[in-house]
């Protein structure tokens, strides 16, 4: 079947621009996962949705991120005004559930580059 | 907090060679661990884990053994393929309610396999 998907793969923007990611989740997960891929940082979390319910934002960097999920599908990543340190590839996973039993499967990434 | 610390890389290996890749964990209560591999242009995928203490995940023939009393999770391939040639990220999942599974990594290690 299908796996994660996301959108854009890449997207190059201005610095002080608005983007937004998308993450489209195999049918049926439950579970939404945002990381972020950059070479200071590693591969760190962002937020987790359950459903359409956001219990875990505690990897958000700044009140400039947010996301949000409908439907119980699909997930959008908004940064306002990016910032140069906001360049990095953006990972999106699914699973069945939240909870450390159920494997969580990883889109391709959006390579965020801000100039 | 939940940390993870990996062997720096790279790493460079002929075909055939014994590998292993160091990791060590600290983390409360009894975490699950991972092993994930991302191919060149490909997304991250899981190739091993393991749940419990003492506990051996493999895969691929990679191999790695839930070590408490060491907090280690050391990766082990007795011969590799140029195929292998991919980065490895060491990761954990705490057991508790609130973890939801989200997954914190170590910082990842390059492994280039030459013919």
């Known amino acids: 079947g299908a796996g994660v998907s996301q959108s854009p793969s890449n997207k190059v923007t201005e610095k002080g621009k608005d983007v937004e990611l998308r993450c489209d989740p195999i049918s049926g997960h439950t579970a939404l996962y945002w990381y972020r891929q950059s070479l200071g940082q590693g591969l760190e979390f962002l937020i987790y949705f359950q459903g359409n319910s956001a219990p875990d934002k505690s990897g958000l960097p700044s009140d400039r991120f947010s996301a949000e999920r409908t439907g119980g599908s699909v997930s959008t990543l908004t940064i306002q005004r990016t910032q140069q340190e906001d360049s990095a590839v953006y990972l999106c996973a699914s699973s069945l559930a939240g909870g450390n039993q159920y494997e969580q499967y990883f889109g391709p990434g959006t390579r965020l580059t801000v100039t | 907090g939940n940390s993870v610390t990996q062997m720096e890389g790279p790493v460079t290996l002929s075909e055939e060679a014994f590998l292993t890749i160091n990791c060590t964990y600290t983390?409360?209560?009894?975490?699950?661990l991972f092993w994930y591999v991302q191919y060149p242009g490909e997304g991250l995928q899981l190739l091993l884990k393991?749940?419990?203490?003492?506990d051996k995940g493999s895969n691929k023939g990679f191999e790695a053994t839930y070590r408490k009393e060491t907090t280690s999770f050391h990766l082990e391939k007795g011969s590799v393929q140029v195929s292998d040639s991919a980065v490895y990220f060491c990761a954990l999942t705490n057991a508790g309610g609130t973890s939801y599974g989200k997954l914190t990594f170590g910082q990842g290690t390059i492994l280039t396999v030459h013919p």
């Open positions: 393991a749940t419990k203490a003492d």
């Open positions: 983390a409360t209560g009894y975490p699950s």
